[in-house]
């Protein structure tokens, strides 16, 4: 990616056939297919890539299993066909990013022989669903393999498990993966630059957004305007407000889920598997995942009005650990709990009632016939890119059909080139750097973990861990401030390396050599390193208390 005034200045100097608002899974892979199908594209986001729901999901990529039963007890042929298009996104998506995906077998643990059946029918189901594209039949097991993978599982009664498998990824990784292969593809991106109007035509379609961009440190932001002759909103659970920015007064599309994870020690819940919680007192499906040396335990699901200022509460963890701790042998104690996240699910309004869990997680592109607005409503992350290419087939339309057919399903994204499961040795080969950080760089940045490697090798100092013991390098920060457009200290540590997923207090910990890097790279004066410094710190405490810890 281009250093970030670099960016601006082409930004403000172009027009472009298609601006595309939203830097998040979706509105990323819109701006990648629209460029690859020719068409000049530029993307907006208001905050960083991927700071929305698309850095805090469950890191599934699958068909839906969570929906396989209200699907079949609804009878409805439309719900099967969403399964089955996921299922075959799912394979394209590990394909595309291999260094940043893989698969797991996830074990639902049965308690009375009638569940297995069940269960069982419900997970070949799904295999049939997947077809060609499945990745590995479901099957029963017995009650000691499942005590021999899942050790810390609760063994009073347990008659087995059903396991199936399905694909995880590193979902701000692979955010960040489409924006710079959509840059290396030609296109323009900024982050912080937060779309607050449009100018239309006499006829009342739009011809430029009006963008205030943000220049970090409490400065103020400057209003620049973005023409183009189409306009993409992505903007995921606040669609509906830049709809309204379109055409004012226009009804609302989405209903909003909040859906929270509580992130727990690795030796809480000891073995390689993923863990299936099918039913939750309230009817819902809990997973709990291995996750880069932790426990990821999700989600919730409650209906809320406002994306704004989501986090996991006390409350929250609550409820995840009442129900984790009935399936586990010795109870998780609150106090437990290293991080956590929330974020909201942006799901097309069904018009009724229905509670936000039975609403399928379909999509549906609006173009707005007043304004040619398209709109890319609901969805998921693993449905990301066929929603692109429904979206930029509308856009297409809407340039006289300019522009080649979508060629995404099969294009591998930026990282991938060259990538063997081996290639941290290559890595390790050329940085010198301990097997665990060579090959957390494999895992986060596929082949381009080599240009870090460079930078260590011009700078051993860079080779230093963030926080001793754990895997990340100061040279992945000065990497991801010069060519990932990282800005803040919370971009770096939540989106770029993680670790503010490990811990919160490991982020603590690291945030001080963040900002002595991210001050070199952008060339921070020292007041304003430390303003930096202690924003951060204030919002991970804030964080932490509202999760019910202690900071
Ligand atoms: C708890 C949870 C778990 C989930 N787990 C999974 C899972 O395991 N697998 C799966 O497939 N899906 C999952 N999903 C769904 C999936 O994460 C979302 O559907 C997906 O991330 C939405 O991406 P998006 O790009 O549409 O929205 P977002 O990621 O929210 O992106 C929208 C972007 O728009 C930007 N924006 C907003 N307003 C403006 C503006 N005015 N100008 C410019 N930019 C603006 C925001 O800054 C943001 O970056 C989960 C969702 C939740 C909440």
Redesign the pocket.
């Known amino acids: 990616m281009k250093p970030r005034g670099e960016a601006l200045r082409n930004i403000e100097h172009s027009s472009f056939d298609v601006c595309v608002?939203?830097?998040?899974?979706?509105?990323s892979g819109c701006a990648l297919d629209a460029q690859l199908r020719g068409l000049r594209t530029v993307l907006?986001?208001?905050?960083d890539?991927?700071?929305?729901?698309?850095s805090?999901?469950?890191?599934?990529?699958?068909g839906g299993v969570r929906y396989l039963e209200q699907t079949v007890r609804g009878l409805d042929p439309a719900e099967l066909a969403v399964v089955n298009r996921a299922l075959r996104e799912r394979a394209r998506m590990l394909r595309n990013a291999v260094f940043l995906t893989g698969t797991m077998e996830f074990l639902t643990p049965c308690y009375r022989w009638p569940d297995v059946a069940y269960y069982f029918a419900g997970m070949k189901l799904y295999d049939w669903l997947a077809g060609r594209a499945g990745l590995a039949p479901s099957h029963f097991i017995s009650r000691a393999i499942t005590l021999r993978r899942l050790p810390a599982l609760n063994p009073a009664g347990l008659a087995g498990a059903v396991a199936y498998t399905d694909g995880q990824f590193d979902d701000a990784r692979y955010n960040i993966a489409l924006v710079v292969s959509f840059t290396e593809a030609g296109g323009e991106a900024l982050n912080y630059?937060?779309?607050?109007g449009f100018e239309k035509d006499a006829g009342g379609k739009l011809r430029a957004a009006q963008v205030d961009v943000y220049g970090g440190a409490g400065a103020p932001p400057r209003r620049i305007l973005v023409p183009a002759r189409a306009f993409v909103n992505?903007?995921?659970?606040?669609a509906d407000s830049?709809r309204s920015l379109a055409s004012p007064g226009v009804p609302p599309r989405l209903r909003l889920s909040k859906?929270?994870?509580v992130v727990l020690p690795r030796e809480a819940f000891p073995g390689g598997d993923a863990l299936l919680i099918p039913k939750t007192e309230d009817g819902r499906m809990l997973f709990a995942i291995p996750w880069r040396g932790r426990l990821l335990v999700?989600?919730t699901d409650e209906e809320i009005d406002s994306a704004e200022d989501l986090h996991l509460t006390a409350a929250d963890t609550g409820y995840l650990l009442r129900h984790l701790n009935r399936y586990f042998a010795e109870p998780v104690a609150p106090s437990r709990v290293v991080s956590g996240m929330a974020?909201?699910?942006?799901l097309l309004s069904a018009g009724d009632a229905r509670s936000t869990k039975s609403l399928a997680r379909d999509h549906e592109v609006e173009q707005d016939r007043r304004s040619d607005l398209v709109s890319i409503l609901g969805?998921?992350?693993?449905t990301y890119r066929a929603m692109a290419e429904d979206t930029i087939n509308i856009v297409q339309g809407l340039l006289d059909k300019s522009g080649a057919p979508c060629v995404t399903r099969d294009h591998a994204l930026a990282g991938s080139e060259g990538y063997t499961r081996d290639f941290w040795q290559t890595i390790q080969r050329q940085s010198g750097l301990p097997e665990l950080s060579a090959r957390h760089l494999a895992e986060k940045f596929g082949t381009r973990g080599m240009a870090i490697a460079d930078l260590i090798r011009s700078d051993a100092e860079l080779a230093t861990p963030l926080v001793e013991g754990l895997a990340p390098t100061r040279a992945e920060v000065v990497y991801a401030a010069q060519c990932e457009m990282a800005v803040s200290i919370e971009d770096v540590l939540a989106r770029r390396n993680g670790l503010e997923v490990y811990g919160w207090r490991e982020a603590l910990d690291a945030a001080s050599a963040v900002a002595a890097l991210l001050a070199r790279v952008h060339g921070w004066p020292g007041e304003q390193r430390e303003q930096e410094l202690v924003r951060y710190r204030e919002k991970v405490r804030g964080r932490m208390k509202i999760a019910g810890l202690a900071a």
Do not use: E, M, Q, Y
């Not at 608002?21 to 509105?27: L, M, S, V």
């Not at 805090?56 to 699958?62: A, E, G, I, Q």
């Not at 630059?193 to 607050?196: C, E, H, K, N, T």
């Open positions: 608002i939203g830097g998040g899974a979706t509105g907006l986001d208001a905050g890539f991927s700071s929305g729901t698309s805090v999901s469950t890191k599934l990529v699958h630059a937060r779309v607050v992505a903007t995921g659970p606040v830049v859906g929270a994870h999700g989600t974020g909201a699910r942006p969805g998921k992350w693993t």
